[in-house]
């Protein structure tokens, strides 16, 4: 069974004009395609060496230490360098995952595939919460609280070894992390978000699970062929 890591963001906003917001988005795109970059570079690197995996307890601990290093310092420029340390770190933790993807019968194309149909999701997302005017502040508690149930279900299929219960939890993240991308971008067109840094680190979040979990989804698929 394939096992993937499933980060999770923490909720969190403010209250700005629109003009400020227009900034904050223009600067989270910026550090968005940045960070991505990074991780993608880091990733390939993971592949091409074929790095292990990290690990569920070192994943656990560098991640939510590094996103509470994050929080704390949010507003210094440190926080920065934290944010490629995180995205980096998780661009390895994905290389064995692209390697074990990569070596299934078709797998280059199960890659380009999930790549090519997160990028459509999140670019339609994005599009429609940059022009709608409904308010979508009712989904931040109930996407939230349904990550955590799937983070615990997602480690459950992990130790107990389900690859059922494995396979759903990727559907159920793919199509959470799709409604959190709508409401994480549509927080900061709203003033919701006032600082990019922090919107930055939410919207890599739900992309590379996003990613990875159509990238479990594809794999099984062609598995089967």
Excluded: C
Aim: charged share 10%; hydrophobic share 60%.
């Amino acid at each position: 069974m394939q096992t993937r890591p499933i980060a999770i963001a923490m909720p969190h906003g403010g209250a700005l004009d629109r003009g400020t917001a227009h900034r904050v988005l223009r600067n989270t795109y910026a550090l968005l395609s940045m960070t991505l970059l990074f991780s993608a570079a880091v990733a390939a690197a993971a592949v091409a060496f074929s790095l292990p995996a990290p690990g569920i307890i070192l994943t656990l601990v560098a991640y939510f230490g590094l996103l509470f290093g994050i929080h704390k310092l949010k507003n210094r420029g440190a926080a920065v360098g934290l944010v490629f340390a995180l995205t980096g770190f998780m661009g390895w933790t994905l290389g064995p995952l692209l390697t074990r993807t990569l070596a299934l019968p078709g797998g280059a194309q199960t890659v380009m595939l999930a790549l090519g149909a997160t990028g459509a999701v999140f670019l339609a997302l994005s599009a429609y919460a940059t022009t709608t005017k409904r308010d979508l502040s009712w989904m931040g508690g109930f996407l939230f609280a349904g990550m955590v149930v799937a983070v615990l279900a997602g480690l459950a299929a992990i130790f107990f070894q389900i690859p059922a219960l494995a396979l759903t939890v990727s559907a159920v993240v793919a199509l959470l992390s799709a409604g959190l991308i709508l409401f994480e971008t549509k927080q900061i067109v709203d003033g919701g978000e006032t600082n990019y840094v922090l919107a930055t680190v939410s919207l890599f979040v739900s992309i590379f699970n996003l990613f990875t979990s159509l990238l479990h989804l594809f794999g099984f698929a062609g598995s089967d062929d």
